[in-house]
């Protein structure tokens, strides 16, 4: 069967509420990230990106945050769903390779009614 | 709509059996990848297409193989699949210009 996995980090968060996703980058080089959400089952679906001349970026609902100096990026969403409910991953471009993302490690997000 | 098929979606194989797993893809994209992801673990890139330009991953091991007869196929044989090898395995394209990656829906492949 099946390697038992590492445990995720889970951010729990009422309906209604927003949330906060965290992410640390390894490499300094890096110029573009993304945020990928993961429903059980599924592939990545993209939510959305940042290149690293911007320290923020909105979309529906999503906002970006890209901080450079401590190599940290940030997924905000507003007013969570029980929809939102998903693991999310943050990726970076591969210095070594402009064709490849580094992923992190993921968060889980479960979203109370 | 433009997008990235993987079948199946669930294979279920005997530990020793060759399996393929498929990926099309109606985007026209340059660029198509390989990851396994394992529980609860972010995806791990195994190789990647540019065009016909086949390249590994250096800690890939020798088990998996992959073809792309084409711009809108690719292929993933382990030729000897073991119980380690049971995981979600994911295909995803990308454009000559881009770097956001599209991904499939995954085929979980279970080992017996």
């Known amino acids: 069967g099946e390697s038992v996995g590492l445990h995720l980090p889970t951010l729990s968060v009422q309906e209604g509420d927003n949330s906060i996703i965290n992410c640390a980058y390894s490499n300094s080089a890096s110029d573009y990230f993304i945020w990928y959400k993961q429903e059980s089952g599924k592939g990545p679906q993209f939510i959305i990106d940042?290149?690293?001349?911007?320290d923020k970026r909105q979309g529906q609902r999503v906002t970006v945050l890209l901080n450079k100096t401590v190599k940290h990026l940030s997924l905000q969403i507003a007013a969570t769903q029980p929809g939102d409910s998903a693991v999310y991953f943050c990726a970076e471009n591969s210095p070594d390779s402009s064709y490849k993302l580094i992923f992190g490690s993921g968060t889980r997000l479960l979203v109370r009614p | 709509d433009a997008m990235v098929i993987q079948n199946p979606r669930y294979q279920v194989t005997q530990f020793g059996k060759p399996v393929t797993l498929s990926c099309s893809q109606t985007?026209?994209?340059?660029?198509m990848y390989w990851y396994q992801q394992k529980s609860s673990q972010a995806p791990k890139l195994l190789f990647h297409?540019?065009?016909?330009?086949?390249?590994n991953e250096a800690d890939t091991p020798d088990n998996f193989q992959s073809r792309r007869p084409n711009t809108s196929f690719c292929f993933l044989d382990i030729r000897s699949p073991g119980l380690g090898d049971a995981a979600m395995y994911l295909c995803?394209?990308?454009?000559?210009?881009?770097?956001?990656?599209?991904f499939g829906p995954g085929t979980r492949l279970t080992v017996l």
């Open positions: 297409y540019y065009d016909k330009d086949f390249n």
């Open positions: 940042i290149r690293s001349n911007m």
């Open positions: 985007l026209n994209h340059n660029v």
């Open positions: 995803a394209t990308s454009s000559r210009t881009g770097i956001e990656q599209f």
